[in-house]
């Protein structure tokens, strides 16, 4: 607390893009859309020069440290962890803005009582449009012609239209769910991928990950779209790509390690599948030297279909007061971690 | 070949037709299930020369004969190029001739039409793939994909964002069925759309329409701009420097009508300067598209090779479909759908 206000602090990181540095003018904007708020809560914005902690400076910390030992609600997506509870006596929960908090776990460092919210949802409008794009752009066959555009190549493939094709998405959470709302509206057939999720609303079926090589093996597309965890890493291998057959199209919108780079590389060259379009990768920024941008029918993006420049931090804060508001009330609050599991 | 108490229809393929446009006995059968009440009422051939009529080096003495031996008796002619002159002789009971493009410039200018033939074409049946390859564009445009793309062969990773595209604008010029789709397209994804036509009147799909002459004023106030004009004397080269210059900085442009209505190397300059943000082409100039064209290696430019709107499964079914809706006016001596305006040219 501050005064009799409940505090929040904002941590950025000045190394970062943009897109997700919070400004005053954000919090501005966030106390013009809840008036009422404005003398419950005291917003700061602190910043370090850089995500990891290891390059944090002095001033960096001690700026930091300044802050948490009023906050009651920590933004942020890089801190230290240790001795949180100490440094920060109040905070009672952190809210990360990105989906993914693989970067900070394991989670033996999050004290008893104390809760892990994550942005997942914050990016959906965004990446809604972004997985659009990408369905219309395997279904066209960009990727195949962007290859003949580099060779000079006039390369007259003729598609049909997407209606009536079979998407499949493995992880069926907020991304996959959707990705299979924007599918549907295409017209498409929807088939999920997910161990806890045993039904959705935009899926005709979801299926247990032990059925995978069934549903692959009439899939025009293929979405890969689970968190990062210890069992998703690496689960789509040379294995696995090989029971899709070869008119399949496949993207990666959540994170690198879930596919198997190379193996998908031999495959496109192989002919085996029709195209690709990745938005994540096992490093990034992708190398400049990485096989990768050369892949026949592959097509880059740099870790972009989710975050939307414009909307990225009101849509954040916008949770972050929506928490507050259901903290206020006693009602549970959205987003949680489950730590367990790692999302 | 002829039956005398049916409308005789001659459908003119040839064996290098592209699947996509290719007349097969199975397309054939398809029509006649769909529209069992004409099913008694025509008599279908096809005509299939060893070439398409415009591909050089074109036709041999065999294709020649092929096709004077079957127009002579035909009724109505569905086809997209053939011999034009002395048409009255050689087809003495032609009354209607359906063309397999929506496009057909390639025939212009029309004085080869005997009087007393309907020229009817193909607006329409590219809807649904058109409204899909829209919306498609639209939303590579806004990912600036075609930026991506340049970064790509460049190994170049060039992180940036961009915001979602609901809200935007988009001037589309020329309102007409292929203006339509895409507008719709446009619709589904949450813009405004304005459309640039000589036909200001209102219709489905169009927030707003203008006449040409605000185009400038149109052009300014864009995020996104198409076009899907049809290629006539008024029509070519209309998209120049002083339109590229008037739209907006950063602005996306489509061209999925025909190459020659757009100066190329305006568009070069613009997409050069960095004045519009990227481009999506399916039409050009000469196609396809010359090896040492500098359009390959234009940054922030995405080509595709006029594919865009032909839907490879359902194209033909669809052609197929007009003709048939067609039939009955056609019987009555009715106006029908898609008649050309022979002086308008389209």
Request: contains cysteine; hydrophobic residues 40%; aromatic residues 8%.
């Amino acid at each position: 607390m501050r005064g009799n206000k409940t505090h929040i602090h904002i941590e950025n990181s000045r190394s970062s893009v943009e897109v997700f540095k919070a400004n005053k003018k954000h919090v501005e904007d966030l106390f013009a859309r809840n008036a009422d708020l404005a003398d419950k809560l005291d917003i700061t914005i602190g910043s370090s020069n850089y995500d990891e902690i290891e390059r944090w400076s002095k001033e960096d910390f001690k700026e930091y440290y300044g802050y948490m030992t009023t906050a009651d609600i920590l933004v942020g997506y890089s801190f230290p962890t240790a001795d949180i509870e100490t440094y920060a006596p109040n905070l009672r929960w952190i809210h990360f803005i990105s989906s993914g908090v693989e970067h900070i776990s394991p989670f033996n460092w999050v004290p008893s009582g104390m809760t892990l919210i994550n942005n997942r949802g914050v990016h959906l409008p965004k990446s809604g449009e972004s997985f659009a794009t990408f369905l219309g752009m395997l279904n066209s066959a960009i990727p195949r012609l962007l290859t003949a555009q580099r060779n000079h190549k006039w390369d007259r493939v003729f598609t049909t239209i997407i209606a009536g094709k079979t998407l499949v998405i493995l992880g069926v959470g907020h991304q996959g769910g959707e990705m299979a709302r924007k599918a549907k509206e295409m017209g498409l057939q929807v088939i999920g991928i997910d161990p806890y999720c045993k039904e959705h609303p935009c899926c005709d079926v979801v299926v247990t990950t032990d059925k995978m090589q069934e549903v692959f093996a009439d899939a025009d597309f293929l979405a890969i779209a689970a968190p990062l965890t210890k069992e998703t890493k690496g689960i789509i291998g040379k294995e696995q790509l090989g029971w899709l057959p070869a008119k399949a199209g496949v993207m990666n919108v959540s994170r690198g390690p879930l596919l198997d780079e190379i193996a998908l590389h031999e495959k496109l060259c192989a002919g085996e599948l029709s195209g690709a379009i990745l938005d994540v990768f096992e490093t990034e920024p992708l190398q400049e030297d990485s096989l990768l941008w050369r892949t026949p029918n592959l097509i880059i993006t740099p870790h972009v279909s989710s975050d939307d420049l414009v909307n990225y931090i009101p849509l954040t804060l916008d949770l972050t007061i929506e928490n507050y508001r259901n903290e206020l009330v006693g009602k549970p609050l959205k987003n949680i971690v489950d730590t367990s599991r790692e999302f | 070949m002829k039956s005398q108490d049916k409308i005789n229809i001659m459908v003119l393929t040839a064996e290098d037709s592209l699947k996509v446009f290719r007349f097969t006995q199975d397309r054939i059968d398809a029509v006649l299930e769909r529209f069992p009440e004409h099913k008694d009422k025509v008599n279908i051939y096809t005509v299939r020369t060893s070439t398409s009529f415009e591909n050089t080096p074109g036709w041999n003495t065999n294709d020649y004969e092929l096709f004077k031996d079957g127009i002579k008796d035909a009724d109505v002619l569905i086809g997209y190029m053939f011999p034009l002159e002395d048409l009255s002789q050689t087809a003495p009971h032609l009354k209607w001739i359906h063309i397999i493009g929506a496009g057909i410039e390639h025939l212009h200018p029309l004085t080869w039409v005997p009087n007393g033939v309907t020229l009817t074409n193909n607006r329409g049946a590219h809807g649904p793939k058109t409204c899909e390859y829209a919306m498609m564009a639209l939303l590579m445009l806004a990912n600036n994909m075609p930026r991506l793309g340049t970064a790509q062969h460049r190994n170049f990773w060039d992180g940036h964002f961009v915001s979602v595209i609901k809200g935007s604008r988009v001037a589309i010029i020329g309102a007409g069925k292929q203006g339509s789709a895409v507008a719709l397209a446009a619709k589904r994804l949450g813009l405004f759309t304005i459309g640039i036509d000589i036909d200001v009147t209102p219709r489905a799909d169009f927030d707003e329409i203008y006449e040409p002459g605000k185009l400038h004023e149109v052009l300014s106030d864009s995020d996104y701009v198409a076009v899907t004009l049809p290629m006539t004397q008024e029509t070519e080269r209309s998209i120049g420097k002083m339109e590229f210059a008037a739209m907006k900085q950063g602005a996306g442009f489509f061209n999925i009508s025909r190459g020659k209505i757009v100066d190329t190397l305006a568009l070069i300059e613009s997409l050069s300067s960095g004045h519009i943000s990227g481009a999506i082409l399916d039409v050009f100039d000469a196609e396809p598209l010359p090896k040492d064209s500098p359009l390959w290696s234009t940054p922030n430019l995405i080509i595709t090779p006029h594919m865009g709107c032909d839907d490879e499964e359902n194209y033909i079914h669809r052609t197929l479909d007009i003709v048939f809706d067609n039939l009955s006016k056609f019987i009555a001596k009715a106006p029908m759908q898609n008649e050309v305006d022979k002086h308008k040219g389209y």
